[in-house]
C-alpha cells in the first residue's frame, strides 16, 4: 500500500529509495554496493516495515512493505503499529519541550524542584544537582540502565519500582554515578526520570499527557504510549522478531 502527493518526480524518487540502498563494508562485499529494500530486509530477515519520507516538513510519500509476522499473510500498511522503542525518547523530548515553552518547566532548574513522588537521591554526604537538559541530553550521570521489557503475563514493576531498583523490576536503581554534565552516557534511565518528573509536574498519566501535548496536535492517530494499546488492536500491530527472525 501507498500513499503519496501527486507531485512530479515522486515515483521516481521512490524508485532511486527502493532499489538504490547503499551499504558498507560491514553489510556487504563491496563498499558501495547498492540494495533493494527487499535485499535489506531479507538480509537482516525484517518480515515487515512500513516507511515514510518527509520532505520541506511535510509528508511526502509513504509506503509499506512486507507482513505483521513472519509466516504469515497479514500485510503492512502505513498505518500498522510498530513498537518505537528508543525513538519514543524523541517524542517524550517534544513532549517535554512544549512544556518548557509554555513556561510550565525550566531548561536549567534542579529537578528535583520538579519531582514529588521520588527525588534524585544524595550520595552519601553529596547531593547531585541535575537539571531537565541533561536529563534530555543523557549527560545526567545516571545509572547505565537497558530496560529490555516484560514478556507477556509478566508482572510489571511501577514506574517507581524501576527509579528504586526493586522487584519485579529487572534493573538497577537510578542513582547519579557520574558528575552531572561531565560527559555524555546513554541511559534510559534519564528518560524514567524525565517520565517521574512530567506526571508529578501535571498531575497527568504519561500515556494521556503525551496524547495532548504530541500526538493529538501532530494528527497522529495510531501511536500512543499506553502499554495496553498494541493488544487492543492487535489486527493492526506488527509483531517483534528476534535477531534470527523468529516471532517474540
Given at each position: 500500500?501507498?500513499?503519496y502527493?501527486?507531485?512530479?518526480?515522486?515515483?521516481e524518487r521512490?524508485?532511486?529509495?527502493?532499489?538504490?540502498?547503499?551499504s558498507d563494508a560491514?553489510?556487504?562485499?563491496?563498499?558501495g554496493k547498492?540494495?533493494?529494500?527487499?535485499e535489506?530486509m531479507a538480509?537482516y530477515?525484517?518480515?515487515?516495515?512500513?516507511?515514510?519520507?518527509?520532505?520541506n516538513?511535510?509528508l511526502?510519500?509513504a509506503?509499506?512493505?512486507?507482513?505483521l509476522?513472519a509466516?504469515?499473510?497479514e500485510?503492512?500498511?502505513?498505518?500498522t503499529i510498530f513498537q518505537a522503542?528508543?525513538i519514543s525518547?524523541?517524542?517524550?523530548?517534544?513532549g517535554?519541550?512544549?512544556?518548557?515553552q509554555?513556561?510550565?518547566?525550566?531548561?536549567?532548574e534542579?529537578?528535583n524542584?520538579?519531582?514529588?513522588?521520588?527525588?534524585v537521591?544524595?550520595?552519601?554526604s553529596?547531593?547531585?544537582r541535575?537539571t531537565?537538559r541533561?536529563l534530555l541530553g543523557?549527560?545526567?550521570g545516571l545509572?547505565?540502565?537497558?530496560y529490555?521489557?516484560f514478556?507477556?503475563?509478566?508482572?510489571v514493576?511501577t514506574?517507581?519500582?524501576v527509579?528504586e531498583?526493586q522487584?519485579?523490576a529487572n534493573?538497577?536503581?537510578?542513582r547519579?554515578?557520574l558528575?552531572?554534565?561531565?560527559?555524555?552516557?546513554?541511559?534510559?534511565?534519564?528518560?524514567?526520570?524525565l517520565q517521574q518528573?512530567?506526571i508529578d509536574?501535571?498531575g497527568?498519566p504519561?500515556?494521556e499527557l503525551?496524547?495532548?501535548?504530541?500526538?493529538?496536535p501532530?494528527?497522529?492517530q495510531?501511536?500512543?504510549?499506553?502499554?495496553e494499546?498494541p493488544?487492543?488492536?492487535?489486527?493492526?500491530?506488527?509483531v517483534?522478531?528476534?535477531l534470527?527472525g523468529?516471532a517474540v
Amino acid at each position: 500500500m501507498i500513499y503519496y502527493q501527486n507531485t512530479a518526480g515522486i515515483a521516481e524518487r521512490i524508485q532511486r529509495i527502493e532499489h538504490g540502498l547503499v551499504s558498507d563494508a560491514a553489510v556487504w562485499d563491496q563498499v558501495g554496493k547498492t540494495s533493494t529494500i527487499s535485499e535489506r530486509m531479507a538480509y537482516y530477515r525484517v518480515p515487515g516495515l512500513s516507511l515514510a519520507v518527509i520532505n520541506n516538513g511535510e509528508l511526502e510519500w509513504a509506503k509499506s512493505y512486507g507482513v505483521l509476522e513472519a509466516g504469515k499473510s497479514e500485510m503492512v500498511t502505513p498505518e500498522t503499529i510498530f513498537q518505537a522503542c528508543s525513538i519514543s525518547k524523541h517524542v517524550a523530548m517534544v513532549g517535554t519541550l512544549r512544556l518548557i515553552q509554555e513556561g510550565v518547566l525550566d531548561f536549567e532548574e534542579d529537578v528535583n524542584r520538579y519531582l514529588v513522588s521520588w527525588k534524585v537521591p544524595a550520595n552519601g554526604s553529596w547531593q547531585p544537582r541535575v537539571t531537565l537538559r541533561q536529563l534530555l541530553g543523557h549527560v545526567a550521570g545516571l545509572t547505565q540502565n537497558w530496560y529490555r521489557g516484560f514478556r507477556c503475563g509478566d508482572v510489571v514493576p511501577t514506574l517507581h519500582q524501576v527509579l528504586e531498583g526493586q522487584e519485579p523490576a529487572n534493573t538497577p536503581p537510578v542513582r547519579v554515578e557520574l558528575i552531572p554534565g561531565s560527559q555524555f552516557r546513554y541511559s534510559g534511565s534519564h528518560y524514567a526520570v524525565l517520565q517521574q518528573l512530567l506526571i508529578d509536574v501535571t498531575g497527568k498519566p504519561f500515556a494521556e499527557l503525551m496524547q495532548e501535548l504530541v500526538f493529538e496536535p501532530l494528527g497522529m492517530q495510531n501511536s500512543s504510549y499506553d502499554q495496553e494499546y498494541p493488544e487492543r488492536r492487535l489486527e493492526a500491530t506488527a509483531v517483534g522478531h528476534y535477531l534470527g527472525g523468529e516471532a517474540v
